[in-house]
């Protein structure tokens, strides 16, 4: 199975924060290089990581930090790191919030109740160069898409 993949985890959650870590790394070919539990402590420790050339091939990224928003550290990785690739984990996904995310660059979009395999399946697609949104969130989607450029366009 192809080169080892690095990974970064930022989760606000101390616990939740090492389980993911945990989980992930138990998966032979995956190693964490970091993770953060903040805007300002992740990006501190992304730009470390880019100066010694280390960056993480995938951040798995919690949307509520807090008094914070993980579309923030979306934005500012997508703008100022393009090689991460961001996978949004999360317990909310309204579709308004999954939509924004998309729109902001997400790779992925998983929530944390889904099964583990949904996240693997996740991280390989998004490895392999594609955007993935799970199942269950794709249905909500696209009605909140259709409905939301109806109103745009009688406006």
């Given at each position: 199975?192809g080169?080892?993949?690095s990974f970064?985890?930022v989760?606000?959650h101390?616990?939740?924060?090492r389980?993911?870590?945990?989980l992930?790394?138990?998966?032979?070919r995956y190693?964490?290089?970091?993770?953060a539990?903040s805007k300002?402590?992740?990006?501190?420790?992304l730009?470390?990581l880019?100066?010694e050339?280390?960056?993480?091939d995938i951040?798995?990224?919690d949307?509520?930090l807090?008094?914070?928003?993980?579309l923030?550290i979306l934005?500012?990785?997508?703008?100022?790191?393009?090689?991460?690739?961001v996978?949004?984990?999360?317990?909310?996904a309204k579709p308004?919030?999954?939509?924004?995310?998309l729109?902001?660059?997400?790779d992925?979009f998983?929530?944390?109740?889904?099964p583990?395999?949904?996240l693997?399946a996740a991280?390989?697609?998004i490895?392999?160069?594609?955007?993935?949104?799970?199942?269950t969130?794709?249905?909500?989607?696209?009605?909140?898409k259709?409905v939301?450029?109806g109103l745009?366009r009688?406006?």
């Open positions: 199975m080169h080892e993949v970064f985890v989760e606000d101390t616990l939740t924060n389980g993911i870590r945990e992930i790394s138990e998966h032979g190693s964490c290089c970091g993770y539990f300002n402590e992740c990006t501190e420790k730009y470390e880019a100066k050339s280390r960056l993480p951040l798995i990224l949307l509520f807090g008094d914070e928003s993980g923030d934005r500012e990785v997508k703008a100022n790191l393009p090689s991460v690739k996978i949004i984990y999360s317990m909310f308004g919030i999954v939509s924004l995310a729109e902001d660059d997400a992925g998983v929530l944390k109740s889904a583990e395999s949904e693997f991280i390989e697609a490895l392999a160069g594609d955007t993935y949104v799970q199942q969130l794709v249905a909500p989607l696209f009605t909140y259709s939301f450029d745009t009688q406006e």
